[in-house]
């Protein structure tokens, strides 16, 4: 239902760009995220967008990192910049999504892996 994808290896100073595209049938969606999750670590929230594109962000990405949606490609996405070895996780989508007007949901895409090397 929800498909992630962009990680991968990169430099530190470097930047990955992740997406994550809602299918099936879907009447509308609230707000998405993303969030990460460290080895040893909970996960964290990462970034969020409303459907309004309202957004808020975690203090240790704010002026790195870039979350935007496509309503109408039904697509979030998160710009990376400036990547540090501390970003490295598994990043995983969030969306609450209306099956129909009488059902929502809370969705999770698999997770794509980001690593950092220094």
């Known amino acids: 239902q929800l498909q992630a994808s962009g990680g991968g290896l990169v430099q530190a100073g470097g930047s990955l760009r992740l997406s994550c595209a809602a299918s099936g049938s879907i009447a509308g969606i609230n707000d998405m995220g993303w969030y990460r999750q460290a080895p040893g670590k909970q996960r964290e929230l990462v970034a969020s967008v409303t459907n309004s594109g309202s957004t808020h962000y975690a203090d240790s990405v704010k002026g790195r990192f870039t979350i935007s949606r496509d309503n109408t490609k039904k697509t979030m996405y998160l710009q990376m910049n400036s990547l540090i070895p501390e970003d490295t996780a598994v990043y995983y989508c969030?969306?609450?999504?209306?099956?129909?007007?009488?059902?929502?949901?809370?969705?999770w895409g698999q997770g794509t892996l980001v690593t950092v090397s220094s």
């Open positions: 969030h969306a609450e999504i209306w099956r129909s007007v009488w059902s929502l949901s809370n969705y």
